[in-house]
């Protein structure tokens, strides 16, 4: 026999040796009849169904049933039935628990054999212990949840794409920013789902993925980046885009992490404009302030000059005018005022009518729109700031007049109504008097009617958008509801409502045309000095004999050596204002410790101070705003000085 011939195997040995390779593998082998007893099992089946620890060899499992040494999880009877009609069943997974009390997967390949012993049916089956894979593919479809919730919870939009720029995944607010499903954008090139142009050019911005695929670095997006959805709307966006390497530090993808900037971005346009805006407030009520001085001598020296005059005199008509041109600037500067430092209202009772037509004839002078009328005569009275008021209407009225380029009419119409906490006024019950400004103009488009009052909004090429919301602040300050109606190409309807006045309607005094006369020291405390010099002459021409203190300190020691002389001082007007010194709201405290009597008048070009609003809770007598007339100032004096010590 040769050498080859003696190395030869037997067929035994073939079947060890295949068994034993199959365990090695992780592969078993085992047959059982259809009602589930086993015939065979080798090995590497009994290691896979951890039977070694209980049975010592495979032929101590003949004869035993199945189901005695697995517990099967899955649809009782599928895998025999399945045999019986098909021949095979290849590729079955299935999850059981050993007779231990182990869990474990198996992958099963099944088919239909006749077994030589006993001649019947049978299901062999090669099994393959499948359970690590399983618990690898339970952790990685875990990871992948957990990595899903978090993509879905995070606040940011995050959009990652492969290295051809094409969209592989989509987070839930990355969705809502764009307008694009996962399963819509999945495998579009990301320019098509993630569209960037610049918010001022409009021009389209760079793709950061482009940037990053050729740079290998993070990109953040340029300001003023807008991102336009996939229904056209439009958001400001930031953020960044980085790669995604694998573990050699190859680039495989980008992830771009966003988030919608745009209310945070127009709340600092909102801060930056409000701070540019205090700083044109300082500016303007300082001017203000200063050209009320000026006006102050103006107006004083002109109604003076009238009073020297004879009444026939030619030139006094002409000091008239120039009286009113003055008052009108008057009006303005507190117009400003108004803008620069708001202010509490200074109230009085008035009956709107005569406040009503002067402010929208003032308004509309040189226009070609006619205004209506519909003021009722038993008109309920109002407290309110006249000069605020006015402003009200004119802000009003100029609006409706630039409504209307081609000529139309106003109506301004106002009456009496008593509301009953309903209706959809934000106001308490009670007696109110409504005014209503309407035009026929161009209207205001529904999406923008509720953001007129917004500080900076406006439709006008050239408006500043601070218009209609001085007129809403004016309204609220003097605890009132103003509230629009509004149809494009048929006009605009503002209507407003007033407290009407708890006293009784006082009737207007009739108005003085002559300064009223009286006597007594005045002592008069104004830094400038045209000022001081105006008001000497005209306390002169009273019949009251002035004196003078270009400051508080100044003032103060005057009183006391008038006091201790025994000729006090009757008035004390006091300018509040004072650069550099002392002003009249410190002076009139100090005043009152030397005498608890003493009658000051505060006087002030900020006529918005609150200290004019309400002079008595600061210790004074009456208040006089700057510029005045020869008239209201004797009025003012005679009211202060007849109310005794």
């Not at 003949?62 to 098909?86: C, D, F, N, S, W």
């Not at 059981?96 to 992958?107: K, M, N, P, S, Y």
């Not at 402010?359 to 009275?381: K, Q, Y």
């Not at 005057?558 to 008035?571: D, I, M, N, R, S």
Request: one cysteine or more; aromatic letters at 6%; charged letters at 25%.
């Amino acid at each position: 026999m040769s050498e080859r011939e003696n190395h030869t195997l037997s067929r035994e040995e073939m079947d060890r040796i295949r068994r034993e390779a199959m365990t090695f593998a992780g592969i078993g082998l085992y047959r059982y009849t259809f009602d589930g007893t086993i015939l065979f099992m080798d090995r590497g089946a009994m290691r896979i169904l951890d039977l070694e620890a209980r049975f010592p060899d495979e032929a101590s499992l003949v004869g035993r049933k199945v189901e005695e040494l697995i517990t099967y999880m899955g649809p009782k009877g599928y895998l025999r039935q399945a045999v019986r009609e098909h021949g095979h069943v290849r590729n079955f997974e299935y999850y059981f628990q050993t007779i231990t009390g182990v869990e474990r997967w198996a992958l099963h390949d099944s088919y239909l054999v006749r077994d030589a012993q006993t001649g019947a049916d049978a299901i062999q089956v090669i099994i393959q212990d499948i359970t690590d894979r399983k618990l690898a593919e339970r952790a990685v479809a875990t990871e992948r949840e957990r990595l899903a919730v978090t993509l879905r919870s995070i606040g940011d939009g995050v959009i990652t794409t492969d290295t051809g720029g094409s969209v592989i995944l989509v987070n839930r607010v990355a969705e809502e920013l764009t307008g694009w499903t996962q399963a819509d954008a999945l495998g579009r090139p990301l320019g098509e789902v993630f569209r960037i142009v610049n918010e001022k050019t409009r021009e389209p911005a760079e793709n950061p993925v482009d940037r990053v695929l050729r740079d290998g670095l993070i990109v953040g997006l340029a300001n003023h980046t807008a991102l336009i959805a996939r229904d056209g709307r439009e958001r400001v966006i930031a953020d960044s885009a980085a790669p995604i390497r694998d573990t050699r530090s190859q680039i495989i993808g980008v992830v771009l992490v966003f988030r919608d900037v745009t209310e945070k971005y127009r709340l600092e346009e909102e801060l930056q404009r409000i701070e540019r805006l205090e700083s044109v407030g300082v500016l303007a009520g300082g001017i203000a302030h200063d050209f009320n001085n000026l006006l102050s001598s103006i107006l004083g020296n002109l109604s003076l000059a009238q009073v020297y005059l004879p009444p026939s005199a030619r030139v006094r008509e002409l000091l008239e005018q120039s009286e009113k041109a003055t008052l009108r600037a008057k009006d303005l500067t507190f117009q400003l005022l108004t803008f620069a430092r708001g202010g509490k209202p200074v109230k009085r009772t008035v009956t709107l009518e005569g406040l009503v037509r002067e402010s929208v004839g003032f308004a509309l002078s040189g226009s070609d729109v006619r205004c209506t009328f519909e003021i009722p005569a038993d008109l309920w009275p109002v407290d309110v700031d006249a000069g605020q008021l006015g402003q009200v209407l004119h802000n009003l009225v100029i609006n409706a007049d630039q409504a209307m380029p081609d000529g139309g009419e106003i109506t301004v119409a106002c009456e009496n109504v008593v509301l009953f906490g309903a209706g959809g006024i934000p106001l308490p019950p009670g007696r109110y008097v409504r005014l209503v400004v309407a035009d026929q103009g161009v209207g205001i488009p529904e999406s923008v009617v509720n953001r007129i009052f917004d500080p900076y909004f406006t439709t006008k090429q050239k408006g500043s958008g601070l218009g209609l919301t001085i007129v809403h602040s004016i309204v609220k300050a003097h605890d009132g509801h103003i509230g629009v109606l509004s149809k494009v190409g048929e006009g605009t309807r503002f209507t407003i409502h007033l407290p009407a006045s708890q006293s009784e309607a006082a009737q207007e005094p009739e108005p003085v045309l002559a300064p009223l006369s009286g006597s007594g020291r005045v002592l008069i405390m104004d830094d400038e000095g045209p000022i001081r010099e105006m008001a000497g002459q005209m306390l002169s021409h009273l019949g009251y004999e002035p004196s003078f203190a270009a400051n508080g300190s100044e003032a103060v020691e005057q009183y006391k050596a008038a006091l201790k002389q025994g000729c006090p001082f009757e008035v004390v007007i006091l300018d509040l204002t004072i650069p550099g010194g002392m002003g009249g709201a410190e002076t009139v405290r100090r005043l009152h410790a030397v005498d608890p009597n003493v009658r000051a008048v505060a006087s002030s070009g900020y006529s918005s101070d609150p200290i004019m609003a309400e002079h008595r809770q600061f210790g004074f007598a009456g208040a006089l705003a700057k510029p005045y007339t020869i008239v209201e100032f004797s009025r003012m004096l005679a009211r202060v000085v007849g109310g005794g010590r």
